[in-house]
C-alpha cells in the first residue's frame, strides 16, 4: 500500500475499535476511548508496516494503544508534565476540556503528559481522577521545564538570527523557561521579534525599525520552510521591553 491507502485504511479498521479516531495533524492520529486519548505518529506506523507487514503493525500497534488507554484511571505522573504552547484554536474541535490559559496574541498555554513516544494533552478529568490542582500541575511542569537545557546560537555567522541548537519537541515552548529566557536576554535583547511555526521550532532576532523588513522577511522564510506537522503559528511577534507581546506579520 502507498502511505495514503494505509493511513485510510488503519484508520477505519482503527474506528472499530475505539471511541474516537481522527487526523491530528498531517501525519499523526487521534484516538480516544473514554476520557482518554492518545496522539499517534503514523510514519512510524508506516515504516513498520514496509517491514512486518499490515496485519502486524496493526497487532503491534493496538498493543501499543491500548497500554495507555486502557487504564481504569490514567494517573498523571508529576514528573513527567510539561506547558505546551499551541494555537488558541487547537482543541476547538474535541470533546476533551484540555487544560488551557491565554498566553499571548492567538497563542494558549496546554499542559502535556510526555509518555516517551507520545503527548497526552492534560484534561481535568485527568486533574481529578489523580487528585492533583491546577497550581500544583503549573507549579511542576515549569520546574520541569526549566530542567531542560538547550543552546541559543546563531543560525549564520552573518546574521545575528537566533534558534536552538538541539532538536526537541519542547523548542516552543523552552522560550518560556528562565534558561533560554536568560540567553535571549544576554544575546538579543530585551526587545525581540520573534516566531514559533511548529513545537520544534523557535527562531528570534534583535527588534530594530532599521532591520525590521529584512528580519520579517527571512523569519517568514524560515516559517514556510518549517516541515513539523505539529503546527503552532504563522505569525511573527514582538515582545518589547514593557514584556508586550504583538502580532507583526
Excluded at 490514567?74 to 505546551?84: A, G, I, Q, T
Excluded at 515549569?142 to 532538536?167: G, H, M, V
Aim: charged residues 25%.
Amino acid at each position: 500500500m502507498q502511505y495514503q491507502e494505509f493511513v485510510n485504511k488503519i484508520t477505519e479498521d482503527l474506528k472499530l475499535q475505539f471511541d474516537e479516531v481522527r487526523m491530528d495533524g498531517k501525519d499523526r492520529i487521534y484516538i480516544a476511548k473514554g476520557v482518554t486519548n492518545v496522539s499517534i505518529p503514523l510514519k512510524p506506523m508506516y515504516q513498520e508496516y514496509q517491514f512486518t507487514g499490515y496485519k502486524q503493525t496493526f497487532k503491534n500497534y493496538m498493543q501499543i494503544i491500548n497500554d495507555i488507554l486502557n487504564t481504569y484511571r490514567f494517573k498523571l505522573d508529576l514528573n513527567n508534565v510539561f506547558p505546551f504552547v499551541k494555537s488558541s484554536e487547537f482543541g476547538k474541535d474535541s470533546q476533551q476540556d484540555f487544560i488551557s490559559e491565554k498566553l499571548f496574541c492567538n497563542l494558549s498555554l496546554f499542559w502535556v503528559a510526555d509518555m516517551g513516544e507520545v503527548f497526552r494533552f492534560i484534561t481535568k478529568d485527568d486533574l481529578a481522577n489523580s487528585n492533583i490542582d491546577i497550581d500544583t500541575l503549573k507549579t511542576k511542569s515549569f520546574e520541569n521545564l526549566n530542567k531542560i537545557t538547550n543552546i541559543l546560537a546563531q543560525l549564520d555567522k552573518t546574521l545575528p538570527i537566533y534558534s536552538l541548537r538541539f532538536n526537541t519537541d519542547y523548542a516552543a515552548t523552552l522560550f518560556l523557561s528562565k534558561y533560554v529566557q536568560e540567553q535571549i536576554q544576554r544575546k538579543v535583547g530585551d526587545d525581540i521579534l520573534f516566531c514559533m511555526p511548529s513545537s520544534s521550532t523557535f527562531i528570534c532576532a534583535k527588534y530594530q525599525e532599521s532591520t525590521f523588513n529584512t528580519y520579517s522577511k527571512i523569519l517568514k522564510h524560515l516559517i514556510t520552510i518549517d516541515n513539523d506537522v505539529n503546527k503552532i503559528s504563522d505569525k511573527i511577534y514582538r515582545q518589547n521591553k514593557d514584556g508586550t507581546y504583538t502580532i507583526v506579520a
